[in-house]
């Protein structure tokens, strides 16, 4: 399937607003290059004009690989001695165009000057950031599919805790203390064995941050917080979060799994269109039933060319059919740890659905 | 050993340019905010500002992680409602500034703009990237360390072409054909073991060029070039390319190696201040020397938190010491493929040194 191109959705935006062009510059990683470009792996700067007629990538290496995935029209040659917002200002003077472009807020400066410098006026335009908020069937399969990846991650995150013993006090596993550093090597390779990118993984022990060098060992009862935001090679993330407790004793992590757990199935039947502002009071509500306090940093986001970005779950932002968020919920107390639950959801007319599944059991 | 933090640097740009602060605007994988700010994983926007007195970043989400990597003096709140151009703008009205503000030239535009809106003149300056010519032995320390997982990578792709066999026709390994994209997994998985990234491994065989998804089979004595850029928590970049053929016959390819080796054995000796344009002139008169036509797609760039960065071997840039670069270099016939490889290589007075080593053999 296709990824979506929305150049037409630029061309609508062009229209409404008496504009010649959209004008965006920026690396390879840029969301908005990566939704418009789907240029790959390119070095250097790039540059996606798109105007009424036509919709043009300029790209200063790889030409041959960005030719092969630009959906658009043509790849030019950028790049050298000439800044790219120069040589964009050159195409748009080539083809005879005047009057308004529109640009992502993040343009660079020096590329909204060059075409001011052209005698064209810039103003700002949310089109992209927009479409993006709902995803298409191709685009939620590409999520599908990483999330695949990091459930692959956890299985590996837990068939290690599993193989762990008790030794002096702590975790042994393979004749060494297990440290959260070790720990996210192993679900990275699994994450890369599956073809994916796994820069984001985070290991927290008891409610501690988790940072990526962590050299912390984990103790028995201890709770084992594993963050995976995969992504992969289109751009697209997931994101799974579990917690899991070797030798638990089963009091407070074992209600604090259960009011996590609780949460998630009572907030993601809430993912509909109507549904937006009622997900965080659910998620919130179930855990104050179990007797917890609620947490601020439970709630949802939207994941795609981002681990964050739009819908919010504010009232301000809608909540389209296609969406696709994570809903993350959190139950913290400082003298027990944390247990974290997320799941990748994508919003129905009818409410959420699941984007993979991984169990969400304690017990590795 | 710690990371350097240029904001002296940075404050003697001020001086000189009479400005009161420098400014940038972006997300986590930004080259100058990772540089400046240090602030690891973080989602949404983050802003450096550096004043005489103070260096300060604005970090929306994990302001605790962000507070104990951020070498300055303060990490403050942003995201939200209020764009982050707009709380940079208070935040300098709040120490009583005023006049230049300095920033990159890719600052966005939008925040640009808050500034100038606030009455500050907005001028651009490449104080950073030129910072980031010269390594610091700590930088270095870290290349050298991704290097490591680099050079991992590459054993594991040599460990499996060393364990296929001929199948009608084609490389098997483990039962089922060889492809482009099931020797990158192993690759990734590899690297990512050793805690590094693995975002752009490419796998080009008999010359064609690589994509992520390649699913092209390999045949016996095809050229198959691993081209590696891990990433380093950090975001500094290693770089190594080899190339490996099973089953050769020992004849273009072993000549084409052979002019490729000795090409980057005359080069590398050259990486010194004073040689830099000779180092072009070096690889290709060696490659001429075996027989074949110089590529123009062998020379050299800088490496560090982004994959080419500066310095470029034109003349017109300076090779300081302590620049690491990739030298690179590629013999090409359309009948019979490519043999490329790639080091990476530090700048001393005396010559190039290599980060990591691994060998130049075609055989796996």
Redesign the interface.
Known sequence: MTLPVPFEHVREELRDRDAAAFVHV?RE?DPTLRYLGRA??V??ELAVVVTAESAMLLAA??P??AR?SFPGDSVLPAGGEI?TGERVAAVLDDLGLSGTVL?P????????LYLEQSGYE?A?TAVVEDARVAKTDAERLRQSTVQSAACAGMRRAAAVLDATHVHEGRLDWEDAPLTA?RL???V????????M????T?IGVDGE?A???SETTIEPGQTVVVDLAP?G?DGYHGRLVRTFVVDGDGGWTRRAQLAAEGALDAAIPQLSPDGGDSVVTELDAEVTAYGFEPSPDSGGYGVGL???ERPTLDATDELPVGAVLALDVRVSDPAEGTVRLADLVAVTEDGGELLGAFPRSLSP
């Open positions: 920026g990683d790959g792996r070095d250097g290496d790889a041959a690989a092969e800044p640009t807020r993040t343009v660079p400066h020096d590329a909204a810039v700002s550093l996210r090597r192993e990275d390779a699994a994450v890369a064995a599956e073809g990118l796994s820069g984001y985070a941050p940072t990526p060098r992504q090679p981002e681990r964050h």
